[in-house]
């Protein structure tokens, strides 16, 4: 009876296995590429909205409120936009 693995084995082993983990990394850093790359689309849509927006321009001389205009303003968008006051 054969109590142990052969070295052979051993090395077939690993070398699947480091095939399936490189596969998964690869998958991991795609899926974080694209989270990133749909966040900075986001925030571009964003800007574009309040930047084609109409609607300020018929209020020159009322304050706008950010909360009040766009209730789904992303939190980095909106710090960025305190700053240019």
């Not at 109590?3 to 990394?25: N, R």
């Amino acid at each position: 009876m054969k109590k142990a693995f052969s070295l052979m084995e051993v090395m077939i082993a690993t070398a699947l296995l480091s095939v399936v983990l490189l596969t998964l990394i690869q998958s991991g850093e795609n899926s974080i590429y694209f989270l990133e790359k749909s966040k900075k689309t986001e925030q571009n849509k964003q800007y574009l909205q309040i930047a084609l927006d109409t609607n300020s321009y018929k209020k020159r001389n009322e304050n706008i409120y950010l909360e009040k205009e766009y209730n789904n303003l992303d939190d980095e968008v909106r710090l960025e936009l305190k700053k240019q006051k």
